[in-house]
């Protein structure tokens, strides 16, 4: 199948430590570049997460960035540091002691003391599995969005191959009246110059000309271009580079076709040729 390179995928999980959030963006590149933004505590993943993106795309530049967002005080469950608070509750009874009229120590007073309530810790190992899990979804969902993506530009670029087959239908298609014409015009030009027409001169002018124009070789490596690029297509898999090349040589037999033309009608095909596949190169650009 073939994929793009440019997609976005977004996959998110709760833990009991809160919220974990992979976001990564791929575009065009003409290699594998990849970027990670991490929180410090995640910087020691960066590793895998490099080996799984490694194994999972072959081009593109691809931004990664995991949040983590710890659940609140609110939504956390505090556990109460006992030693602590019951250090505070002797020490106010001795200094009840030491009063005249003492006021009681509620247990919310207690409470707001710096260290008695505390914040469940973040077991970083447990995070961590769940976080390259995580990724691998991720990295799931992008590969399924580049190659559907992929489908499309096939769908695009096979339209303008069928174009270049038109294109080159008609040149065929012309040849024989082009030929034809070349005859004429040699025909007229000696009779013009009221010269006798001598039919093995005649037929050696025609053969120069037509020699010089003939442009059979050019349609039948495009044609065979053509096959290729079906071939690739059904082949599959990472193959923009080698399309990429492919359309240099599309655009290297347009150019000698309309170097040669002689005839009005081919030289408006091949910039048509021209134009049909500068159009499958642009699409070739964002292909993996």
């Known amino acids: 199948m073939i994929s ?17 959030i992979w976001e990564i963006k791929s ?6 570049d990849c970027h990670f933004r991490l929180a410090d505590e995640f910087r020691i993943l960066e590793p895998k997460i490099r080996a799984r993106i490694n194994h999972a795309l072959k ?12 659940l609140t005080p609110e939504e956390s469950e505090c556990s ?7 250090q505070l509750a002797r020490a106010s009874r001795t200094i009840d002691s030491f009063l005249y009229n003492p006021s009681p120590v509620s247990s919310i007073e207690i409470l707001k003391w710096p260290g008695v309530l505390q914040a469940p810790q973040i077991d970083l ?24 993506e992929g489908t499309q530009l096939q769908k695009l670029i096979e339209q303008r191959a069928d174009g270049i087959q038109q294109q080159l239908d008609l040149i065929r298609q012309r040849i024989p009246q082009v030929r034809d014409a070349i005859k004429n015009r040699v025909h007229l030009k000696l009779a013009e110059l009221r010269e006798a027409l001598d039919h093995e001169r ?4 025609v053969l120069l000309l037509v ?35 492919l359309m240099q040589e599309f655009n290297r037999e347009a150019n000698t076709i309309a170097s040669k033309s002689v005839d009005k009608e081919i030289t408006h095909a091949a910039v048509e040729l021209k134009v049909l596949i500068e159009q499958a190169r642009e699409q070739i650009q964002n292909i993996e």
């Open 4 to 20: 793009s390179m440019t997609a976005f995928a977004r996959s998110e999980t709760q833990t009991a430590q809160g919220t974990l």
């Open 27 to 32: 575009v065009n590149q003409r290699h594998l």
């Open 59 to 70: 081009r593109g530049k691809i931004e990664c960035q995991l949040r983590f967002q710890a």
């Open 80 to 86: 109460i540091n006992e030693p602590l608070a019951r």
């Open 125 to 148: 190992t447990q995070l961590e599995t769940t976080a390259i899990d995580l990724l691998e979804e991720a990295l799931q969902q992008l590969v399924e969005n580049r190659q559907r």
């Open 202 to 205: 005649l037929e050696q002018e």
């Open 211 to 245: 020699q010089k124009s003939d442009i059979d070789e050019e349609l039948d490596r495009l044609e065979a271009h053509l096959k290729e690029l079906t071939y690739i297509f059904n082949q599959g898999g990472p193959c923009g580079r080698r399309l990429d090349f």
